[in-house]
């Protein structure tokens, strides 16, 4: 078998052209352990990245579920750790682009100035750290950002021309929309997404043809404050009635 | 995790996280209130590291998830301007938690080289399930695949894009995209070391 060959016996086994399972690829399996190894590989490489793709998921999952606890004390613990790294990282990037490289080494006037106006802005930047680490021990707790209530369609619906969802915040700037013909929350083939939605409805535009998407679908709304963070997330399941 | 993506009628360069891109903008600029706004934003980073720790079967201790955790953090603040809001900011920062984690282990193997050395051997680590290690290593190597194959191949595997949609992003055919994918496919497995083949055994 040709190189061009292999490479298109191995991409109609990747686009579903060809079934692994099929007596010609086994046959060719049979015949050419060295390419069998290699489709094993491939699957494997896509069975990992699969599984990465929900671990990394479930670790945002968890780390967004953790703003819950802000309050808590290991919230604030955490809080700090934060902006210590942040004081840390401003600090140091400020030593590294205002001292320059020939005021450490000759002492000269030019290298002494450079270190008294380095030394008066690590001094103002200690100042201002500290100011905003005491600033940060007295802000008030964070409010409750609000819960997104109904979504429909759930359930069994007539069509998937329009999806609903209610929210009591007062807070919420923006919505995401995500559908997906599903087998289960979260799984599956994406079939639309849009961001930025400032209304609580959202009607598919027709480029994606809800007509044609599978009876079942799973979506999700994702509910965002101004300043970009998550106020909530929801998820609903329904199937298109029988047509 | 949302989808990052505007899918239809968006150009290529469009930054469905503007806002993110924003107060990463800002924050880098130190302007008042911004570092405030960012560190409510990722004061779940520890959390972050715990859950990549505890779910990849990798004991640290609190001092270790610290530093790994301040270490992120610098090396975020430090590429900050490089942020384009292509992904929500927390999903952007999970790539440094990643990397990190695996220095972090990689310190802890020297570490334990050492004082084996000295003293009797410790027990060995032996993450179970999906291996944080494996998959950041595959990662690595998706980014050194030219692009814009580490894109297509982070859309469709990771984010579940279908390759239509990739290409209209993209500015070209789905089928285009597809093959793509399959050929990096093939190129990740050329690249991928032995440990790698050892660790999904």
């Known amino acids: 078998m040709s190189l061009d060959e292999r490479e298109q016996f191995l991409q109609d086994l990747m686009d579903g052209r060809l079934d692994a399972h099929s007596d010609e690829a086994q046959a060719r399996f049979e015949k050419d352990h060295e390419l069998a190894r290699e489709w094993r590989e491939l699957v494997q490489i896509t069975q990992s990245l699969s599984a990465g793709r929900q671990f990394e998921r479930d670790v945002l999952a968890e780390a967004l579920a953790s703003r819950a606890a802000a309050d808590s004390a290991s919230g604030k613990r955490d809080r700090e750790l934060v902006a210590e790294a942040f004081t840390k990282a401003a600090r140091s990037a400020l030593g590294a682009s205002e001292v320059p490289r020939a005021g450490r080494n000759a ?45 429909s369609p759930s359930g069994v619906a007539e069509s998937f021309e329009l999806f609903r969802w209610t929210i009591d915040s007062s807070a919420t700037a923006s919505f995401t929309i995500e559908v997906r013909a599903t087998v289960a929350v979260g799984e599956g083939e994406v079939l639309a997404v849009e961001s930025g939605l400032p209304d609580t409805e959202w009607r598919p535009a027709p480029t994606y043809d809800s007509s044609t998407w599978p009876d079942s679908i799973s979506w999700s709304v994702t509910a965002y404050d101004a300043t970009g963070g998550m106020i909530d997330t929801d998820a609903a399941v329904c199937r298109r009635r029988g047509r | 995790m949302r989808r990052l993506l505007r899918l239809m009628g968006g150009d290529a360069s469009e930054t ?8 990463a903008r800002d924050a880098a600029a130190q302007k008042p209130g911004a570092i405030d706004k960012l560190t409510d934003r990722l004061a779940c980073v520890p959390t972050m590291i715990r859950a990549i720790a505890r779910r990849s079967s990798i004991s640290f201790h609190a001092g270790e998830v610290d530093d790994m955790a ?73 980014e050194e695949l030219t692009p814009p194959a580490p894109e297509i191949v982070r859309l469709y595997a990771l984010d579940g894009v279908k390759f239509d949609v990739i290409g209209r992003r993209l500015g070209m055919p789905g089928n285009t995209a597809k093959t793509i994918y399959h050929r990096s496919l093939s190129r990740l497995r050329a690249k991928l070391p032995a440990d790698f083949w050892e660790e999904l055994a």
């Open chain 2, 16 to 23: 469905p996280f503007e806002q993110d891109v924003q107060l």
């Open chain 1, 107 to 151: 002492g000269g006037v030019r290298g002494r100035r450079a270190w008294l106006a380095s030394s008066a802005a690590a001094a103002c930047l200690v100042v201002l750290a500290a100011s905003w680490a005491l600033g940060a021990f007295d802000r008030p707790p964070p409010e409750d950002l609000g819960a997104l209530g109904e979504l």
């Open chain 2, 70 to 142: 301040q270490n992120t953090l610098i090396a975020v603040w430090q590429r900050l301007d490089s942020f384009e809001g292509r992904a929500p900011l927390e999903q952007w920062v999970l790539g440094f938690a990643r990397f990190e984690i695996r220095n972090g282990l990689r310190r802890r193997d020297r570490d334990r080289r050492l004082q084996t050395e000295e003293v009797t051997e410790a027990p060995q680590e032996q993450p179970s399930g999906m291996s944080s290690d494996a998959y950041v290593l595959l990662l690595e190597k998706v």
